[in-house]
């Protein structure tokens, strides 16, 4: 074969390949972003999604989870989803605040009265309306996962009221509400990666942070900042998120296979997070966790006050909403 006859096949072998990645035909190997470690029920669930996903394509959907956020951070596995570098994720709608405003809504402090009330709002109208303003945003909401209710924990002492909240120096998520929350109780926030808290506890540089049982186990959190106390100020949900780029290029039916797969995976992650709030819990206390009940939980929420009026000063669209969720029972 003479080098030009080499290299003209060359050209044809690869413009077949090219179209056959762009035909509906070819398998899509899709990459997902999580942040937890495999065993914690996020990654199960996430794993479970992508099994079953390959299986009700017969294979034309491949995903393969990427787990303890090796792919990158939280807000920029957020950003690289809607802009269709990575396929899909499991997204906390706390880091989402700042790209999909609407969805700061779930980022108020005791806007839900229960994880019970959440689910309830989730899976109705009101959460309808959060995947509207996701997907205006390049991302399609399959379904929703649990997280709990976020409570306090520190390196110093049992908080029992605001007022031990003072001068505190307390890491959260990436998003200016937070900031304004452990503001209003008189401390001083610290958005950072979730990644970098233990380090931070460990060496000084925070006080202390904020989250749910199983995630303050999994991190070992527990072992550096022994007190949690059970302030329950946040409860918010997560998504399972397609890239609309990735939703966009299935068939019908395969998007029919894709969402079955979520909304199954998410049931699964509910069952599971309620096993390990469980056992979290026993962890945390069994290795020496302070755990402590606070009995004024109204002085906190009154504390919030001002960061409601803010929120709904810069929103003001956003305000029926609110009542909305306040009225779901
Ligand atoms: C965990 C969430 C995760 C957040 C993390 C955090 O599941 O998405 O990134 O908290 O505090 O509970 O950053």
Not at 67 to 95: C, K, S, W, Y
Request: glycine residues 8%; negative net charge; proline residues 5%.
């Amino acid at each position: 074969m003479t080098r030009i006859s080499r290299l003209k096949l060359g050209a044809a072998a690869l413009a077949a390949l090219t179209a056959l990645a762009a035909s509906p035909l070819a398998a899509k190997d899709w990459r997902g972003w999580n942040i937890h470690p495999p065993t914690y029920p996020n990654g199960i669930a996430l794993d479970a999604f992508a099994e079953k996903v390959a299986e009700a394509t017969d294979g034309r959907v491949t995903p393969t989870v990427y787990h303890n956020a090796v792919l990158g951070d939280q807000p920029d596995a957020i950003e690289q989803t809607r802009n269709g570098a990575l396929d899909f994720g499991n997204f906390n709608m706390g880091p989402m605040g700042p790209i999909v405003p609407a969805t700061n809504i779930l980022s108020l402090p005791f806007i839900f009265s229960s994880v019970d009330q959440m689910h309830k709002v989730m899976d109705g109208e009101i959460g309808q309306r959060f995947s509207d303003a996701l997907a205006e945003q390049g991302l399609v909401a399959l379904s929703w996962f649990d997280s709990g209710a976020r409570s306090l924990y520190n390196t110093k002492k049992p908080v029992k009221t605001p007022a031990d909240v003072q001068g505190m120096k307390v890491r959260v998520m990436n998003n200016q509400l937070y900031v304004d929350m452990i503001g209003a109780l008189g401390g001083n926030a610290t958005p950072m990666a979730f990644g970098e808290v233990y380090q931070s506890l460990k060496t000084g540089v925070i006080d202390g942070a904020e989250n749910n049982y199983p995630s303050y186990e999994s991190t070992n959190h527990y072992e550096v900042a022994g007190y949690y106390s059970i302030t329950e100020h946040l409860i918010i949900p997560e998504c399972l998120c397609v890239s609309t780029a990735s939703w966009e290029a299935l068939s019908d039916e395969d998007k029919a296979a894709v969402k079955q797969a979520a909304v199954e995976a998410a049931a699964m992650q509910r069952e599971l997070w309620a096993e390990r709030e469980k056992t979290s819990l026993e962890k945390v206390k069994g290795a020496g966790a302070q755990i402590n009940e606070v009995e004024d939980k109204a002085a906190f929420q009154s504390a919030m006050d001002p960061v409601y009026a803010g929120f709904i000063e810069k929103n003001p669209e956003l305000k029926s909403w609110i009542d909305d969720i306040k009225a779901v029972k």
